[in-house]
């Protein structure tokens, strides 16, 4: 058996190596910003405003974060989001799984009608008003509900998926399903889902990360802090200047409140980045796949 060797022109080669040019620089575009408000959240925040931090911290302070875990409303909103999170992403796939499924179908009669359908909401909505009093009205205002059932599917993903399906799953599948007695419903839990391991990945970490940063709709659906998540007290801490919850001396001068709330600055971006971080590995290898196969056809 003969094994062959494809030889690369001298263009083939320049073309990689400006690839590898290309993606190192964007790789240091993306690195330098998060590798730098590392460094800051750990630096004495005198440096970090002078200028003289770079990727390593200077002036090793954890001061920062021990003001910003004192807070006990950050463990609320932990707790909330974590909760907001899981429920909500779990609704997300459900819905969006089970409205990608009949649109894959070939033999269903109405799927061109639901798209054209599904479509025109993504670019037309009743606006926010009318949002609120529907949320109001049925009962939902200053419950988690409220965060998570107006935004249960996401259109754009579900177009995602079902052109995934269409992808990957062959007709003839669902025939030789029928044949053998087994209706849509079995066909969707025995056979789609299993086979839908890399987009699932995709849309829980697109949903996840939605529910996560998500901070608008509480600041208008909840009134009751309990039920704050944890983006909307990072919010007061770093847009409303509330910062005075955390901290350890009222009678500090404001010089020594501005360096403090420097640092907080920094600390509550890695505090609620770093759960979202940790998530992505764990989703990465079909977190490609599915988004290759995903956008293969619109």
């Not at 269903?108 to 054209?116: E, K, S």
């Not at 926010?128 to 009205?137: A, D, E, I, W």
Request: with cysteine; glycine share 6%.
């Amino acid at each position: 058996m003969h094994s062959y060797k494809i030889r690369e022109s001298s263009s083939d080669r320049m073309f990689m190596f400006i690839t590898y040019i290309l993606i190192a620089i964007l790789v240091l575009i993306i690195l330098y910003p998060l590798l730098y408000i590392v460094s800051a959240s750990f630096s004495d925040p005198k440096l970090v405003i002078s200028g003289k931090i770079g990727l390593i911290p200077k002036g090793f302070n954890i001061e920062a974060y021990q003001r910003v875990f004192a807070n006990p409303e950050i463990w609320i909103g932990y707790r909330n989001t974590i909760l907001y999170t899981i429920v909500g992403t779990f609704f997300n796939i459900a819905l969006t799984m089970m409205g990608a499924y009949p649109l894959a179908r070939k033999d269903f009669p109405w799927r061109r009608l639901c798209m054209i359908f599904f479509t025109i909401t993504m670019f037309f909505s009743g606006g926010l008003v009318p949002m609120y009093l529907l949320v109001k009205n049925l009962g939902l205002y200053n419950s988690m509900w409220a965060l998570i059932l107006p935004t249960a599917i996401n259109v754009y993903n579900m177009i995602v998926a079902r052109t995934f399906l269409e992808s990957t799953i062959d007709e003839q599948i669902y025939e030789s399903a029928h044949i053998d007695g087994c209706g849509n419903i079995r066909a969707f839990f025995a056979i789609v889902l299993p086979l839908s391991a890399p987009i699932i990945a995709v849309l829980v970490l697109f949903y996840a990360v939605f529910h996560w940063n998500s901070y608008f709709e509480a600041m208008i659906y909840l009134k009751d802090r309990s039920l704050y998540p944890l983006q909307l007290f990072l919010r007061e801490i770093l847009v409303m200047n509330q910062s005075d919850n955390i901290m350890m001396d009222s009678i500090e001068m404001d010089t020594s409140k501005f360096l403090i709330a420097e640092g907080v600055k920094y600390a509550v971006i890695i505090v609620s980045s770093i759960p979202v971080l940790m998530l992505y590995p764990f989703l990465q290898k079909y977190f490609v796949k599915g988004m290759m196969i995903g956008a293969l056809k619109g």
